[in-house]
């Protein structure tokens, strides 16, 4: 069985860091995306980043919205598999609940995708809390 589960999050001033973890367990990776999406209140999930599970693929992609500010990453120091999503120079918009994603086995891994429909299994989600 799937497991995903998130941690770390939390409140903090705008400009300021936080970073997000997500182990995902019950699961070989051979060609899937990982991804972070985001919810505000009263607003769609929308894509952040997302990242091949193809080893050393290298393959990312970010929404516009977070370029240049968030970074995901594989956590190679942990036994399990675990995605970061370090967050920098945070906004007020940036506010929202933070989910882990993973598609099918097959579906995307020789690309990146930040397509909601594409993503099947998810984490329970972290808080993120910016105040400006």
């Known amino acids: 069985q799937v497991r995903l589960v998130e941690s770390g999050g939390g409140s903090v001033q705008a400009g300021g860091s936080l970073r997000l973890s997500c182990t995902v367990s019950g699961y070989v990776f051979k060609s899937n995306c990982v991804a972070w999406f985001r919810q505000a209140p009263g607003k769609e999930r929308e894509g952040v980043a997302a990242?091949?599970?193809?080893?050393?693929?290298?393959?990312?992609?970010?929404a516009d919205s977070v370029k240049g500010r968030f970074t995901i990453a594989r956590d190679n120091t942990m036994d399990t598999y675990t995605v970061t999503l370090q967050m920098d120079k945070l906004k007020s918009e940036d506010t929202g609940t933070y989910y882990c994603?993973?598609?099918?086995?097959?579906?995307?891994?020789?690309?990146?995708?930040?397509?909601?429909?594409?993503?099947?299994?998810w984490g329970q989600g972290a808080q993120v809390t910016v105040s400006s």
């Open positions: 990242m091949s599970t193809r080893r050393n693929s290298g393959l990312q992609g970010y």
């Open positions: 994603g993973l598609t099918l086995q097959g579906v995307c891994g020789s690309r990146t995708s930040l397509d909601l429909s594409e993503y099947r299994h």
